[in-house]
C-alpha cells in the first residue's frame, strides 16, 4: 500500500489559518473514522494531536480541529503560533493495517 | 503517569542483529496493544505492525516479514523489537507506540537510533 498523500510543505503567518490535506482511497481514509494527525518536532517523538478524524485529545490546543470528507482529511491550525513548526502525519486505519501520510511540513513565517 | 522508555543507541555491522526494549510504566500493559513504527533519516513514519500484548500474537505490515520479529516480557512490561540479519537500509529510528484504540497511538517511546554500518 502507498503512502497518503499529503502535501510536501505548507506555511503562513503568525496568526493565519492553514490547512493541510490528506489524501487516501475509499479503502482507507474514506471507509473508516479512524483517522488520526501527529506532530513531530524535530528530534522528537511524535504528538498525537487528533484522532478519530475530529477528536481532540486532553491537553492538545483547540486551535487544532480535524475533518473528513470522502476520501481526503483535513488538519487546520488556527490562530498559527511559531511553536506549531513541525512536521505533521496523518494516518490511517486500513482494516488490517496503519498507513502513514507522507508528512508535511508547516512553516511559521 | 504513562510512559515508554526505549533502549539506547546502537550501532551495528551488516549482518549482525539488534534488539530494541520498551518498557512501559504508568498503566496496565496488557490493556493496549504495542506498535512498531520506523522513520529512516529524513524520511516519513512507517508502520511495521503490532503485537497484541495479551496473546502475544505479532501483526506485520508489508516489507516487514521475515527479519523483523516483535516480542513481549509481560512481566516487565517491556516489549520488544528484534531486527536480525542487518542492512544498511536498515538504519532509522525505531519507535513503540501505545495503541489507544483502533489505529491510533497516544503514547510514543523516545525512539531508538539503529545505524547499521562497517
Known amino acids: 500500500q502507498s503512502a497518503l498523500t499529503q502535501p510536501a510543505s505548507v506555511s503562513g503567518s503568525p496568526g493565519q489559518s492553514i490547512t493541510i490535506s490528506c489524501t487516501g482511497t475509499s479503502s482507507d481514509v ?71 501520510g507522507t508528512g508535511t511540513k508547516v512553516t511559521v513565517l | 503517569q504513562v510512559q515508554l522508555v526505549q533502549s539506547g543507541s546502537e550501532l551495528k555491522n551488516p549482518g549482525a542483529s539488534v534488539k530494541v526494549s520498551c518498557k512501559a510504566s504508568g498503566y496496565t500493559f496488557k490493556t493496549s496493544a504495542m506498535n512498531w513504527v520506523r522513520q529512516a533519516p529524513g524520511q516519513g513514519l512507517e508502520w511495521m505492525g503490532w503485537i497484541n500484548t495479551k496473546t502475544g500474537n505479532p ?43 483502533t489505529a ?11 545505524t547499521v554500518s562497517s
Not at chain 1, 474514506?30 to 478519530?52: F, N, T
Not at chain 2, 531486527?83 to 532509522?92: F, H, N, P, Q, R
Not at chain 2, 497511538?105 to 523516545?110: E, I
Open chain 2, 104 to 114: 491510533t497511538f497516544d503514547y510514543w517511546g523516545q525512539g531508538t537510533l539503529v
Open chain 1, 30 to 100: 474514506g471507509r473508516y473514522k479512524y483517522v488520526s494527525w501527529y506532530q513531530q518536532h524535530p528530534g522528537k517523538a511524535p504528538k498525537l494531536m487528533i484522532s478519530d478524524v475530529s477528536n481532540r485529545p486532553s491537553g492538545v490546543s483547540n486551535r487544532f480541529s480535524g475533518s473528513k470528507s470522502g476520501n481526503t482529511a483535513s488538519l487546520t491550525i488556527s490562530g498559527l503560533q511559531a511553536e506549531d513548526e513541525a512536521d505533521y502525519y496523518c494516518s490511517s486505519y486500513t482494516g488490517s493495517s496503519t498507513l502513514f
Open chain 2, 59 to 101: 501483526t506485520y505490515a508489508q516489507g516487514f516479514t521475515g527479519r523483523f520479529v516483535f516480542s513481549l516480557d509481560t512481566s516487565v512490561s517491556t516489549a520488544y523489537l528484534q531486527i536480525s540479519s542487518l542492512k544498511a537500509e536498515d538504519t532509522a529510528v525505531y519507535y513503540c507506540a501505545r495503541d489507544v484504540s
